[in-house]
Antibody
Framework: QVQLQQWGAGLLKPSETLSLTCAVY????????WNWIRQTPGRGLEWIGD???????NYNPSLKSRVTISVDSSKNQFSLNLRSVTAADTAVYFC???????????WGEGTTVTVSS | QSALTQPRSLSGTPGQSVTISCTGT?????????VSWYLQHPGEAPKLMIYDVTKRPSGVPDRFSGSKSGNTASLTISGLQGEDEADYYC?????????FGGGTKLTVL
């Protein structure tokens, strides 16, 4: 059974870079889209971006200028970097496995990230 | 503000049926048969309940069903049970990226 395990810093100061990594266990890494999604009480679920095992990626236009999603296929891992964070980036961040762009069927447990001075 | 519109809250009693609506536009719900629904309990990750408008992943009870008409998708839960109390989110492909609804809090009275 596929499991996603995610980790990264949970407390950041404004202007710092958010970095999270998600590892895929128990399943194929190729053939799927690997996603980052965040959730806030005010904005609900927001798709950040995705990446194939080949490194081809796609980003939410509203975050594109600050986001980089990368992949390490040798380790079955993918990572999120979000630069120049502000309080508005405070959220629970999830990684998830996607089937094309139709649905996401396996999710990580979520990482709470707080941006505060 | 979320791209897809859902009612903020709904309630029902055990055994009842409830339907959650999800309204989008011709560019997302209306253009793609790629609507999915997720259940989320507090403090947990979302769980896929319906995909491709009507399909259920293995293990999801057949009490959960999905449909779509025009720009509006719907999730119906029949034979409501206490464990169904949760937040529900819809999502649709909008071509190059997915969009989500704002979520519906379902209370089982």
């Amino acid at each position: 059974q596929v499991q996603l395990q995610q980790w990264g810093a949970g407390l950041l100061k404004p202007s710092e870079t958010l970095s999270l990594t998600c590892a895929v266990y128990g399943g194929s890494f190729s053939g799927y889209l690997w996603n980052w999604i965040r959730q806030t009480p005010g904005r609900g679920l927001e798709w950040i971006g995705d990446i194939y095992h080949t490194g081809n990626n796609n980003y939410n236009p509203s975050l594109k200028s600050r986001v980089t999603i990368s992949v390490d296929s040798s380790k079955n891992q993918f990572s999120l970097n979000l630069r120049s964070v502000t309080a508005a980036d405070t959220a629970v961040y999830f990684c998830a496995r996607g089937y094309v762009r139709r649905y996401m069927d396996v999710w990580g447990e979520g990482t709470t990230v707080t941006v505060s001075s | 503000q979320s791209a897809l519109t859902q009612p903020r809250s709904l309630s029902g009693t055990p055994g009842q049926s409830v339907t959650i609506s999800c309204t989008g536009t011709r560019s997302d719900v209306g253009d793609y048969n790629y609507v999915s629904w997720y259940l989320q309990h507090p403090g947990e990750a979302p769980k896929l309940m319906i995909y491709d408008v009507t399909k259920r992943p293995s293990g999801v009870p057949d009490r959960f069903s999905g449909s779509k008409s025009g720009n509006t998708a719907s999730l119906t839960i029949s034979g409501l049970q206490g464990e169904d109390e949760a937040d529900y989110y819809c999502s649709s492909s909008a071509g190059s990226y997915p969009v989500f609804g704002g979520g519906t809090k379902l209370t089982v009275l």
